[in-house]
C-alpha cells in the first residue's frame, strides 16, 4: 500500500523517475480499489451501462497520478513522456506501453535523473 501512498504524494510530478515496483504495485492497488468500488456501485444500484459514481470520482482524483507515474516510468527506461500518447492507437499501443513497463531500468543517471533503484528514492 505504501507504493500506492507515494505515488499519491507525487500528485502532479512529472519530472524523474519511477520504477518497475512504484510503478506496478501502484496499479496493482489503483485496480484492487476499483473493483471494490465497482462492487460497491452495483450494491447501490448503478447503472452497469454508464459505471458508477464511486469509480468515477475515484478515476477523476487519481487522473493526475495515474499520468504522473507512467511518465516517471517512462523517464526511467530514457523515454519521453510524450510516447504516453502511443496508447490513443488501438492495440498496437498498449502492446508498446506494456513492453515500455516491462522494461528494466536504464543503469545508472539518464537524462531524467538518478536511477531511482541505486538512488534509494523509494522505499517499499
Same mark, same amino acid.
Given at each position: #500500500?505504501?507504493?500506492?501512498?507515494?505515488?499519491?504524494?507525487?500528485?502532479?510530478?512529472?519530472?524523474?523517475?519511477?520504477?518497475?515496483?512504484?510503478?506496478?504495485?501502484?496499479?496493482?492497488?489503483?485496480?484492487? $480499489?476499483?473493483?471494490?468500488?465497482?462492487? #460497491?456501485?452495483?450494491?447501490?444500484?448503478?447503472?452497469?451501462?454508464?459505471?458508477?459514481?464511486?469509480?468515477?470520482?475515484?478515476?477523476?482524483?487519481?487522473?493526475?497520478?495515474? $499520468?504522473?507515474?507512467?511518465?516517471?516510468?517512462?523517464?526511467? $527506461?530514457?523515454?519521453?513522456?510524450?510516447?504516453?500518447?502511443?496508447?490513443?492507437?488501438?492495440?498496437?499501443?498498449?502492446?508498446?506501453?506494456?513492453?515500455?513497463?516491462?522494461?528494466?531500468?536504464?543503469?545508472?543517471?539518464?537524462?531524467?535523473?538518478?536511477?531511482?533503484?541505486?538512488?534509494?528514492?523509494?522505499?517499499?
Amino acid at each position: #500500500m505504501s507504493w500506492f501512498i507515494t505515488v499519491l504524494k507525487k500528485y502532479a510530478t512529472f519530472s524523474g523517475r519511477a520504477c518497475r515496483s512504484e510503478y506496478w504495485y501502484y496499479f496493482l492497488f489503483y485496480l484492487l $480499489i476499483s473493483v471494490v468500488l465497482s462492487l #460497491m456501485d452495483g450494491i447501490l444500484g448503478a447503472d452497469p451501462q454508464g459505471g458508477g459514481v464511486l469509480g468515477a470520482l475515484f478515476a477523476l482524483g487519481t487522473l493526475l497520478p495515474t $499520468i504522473g507515474v507512467g511518465v516517471r516510468r517512462l523517464h526511467d $527506461i530514457g523515454r519521453s513522456g510524450w510516447w504516453l500518447l502511443i496508447g490513443l492507437v488501438p492495440l498496437v499501443g498498449g502492446l508498446v506501453l506494456l513492453w515500455f513497463a516491462v522494461k528494466d531500468s536504464d543503469p545508472g543517471d539518464n537524462a531524467y535523473g538518478p536511477n531511482p533503484k541505486l538512488a534509494g528514492a523509494v522505499e517499499p
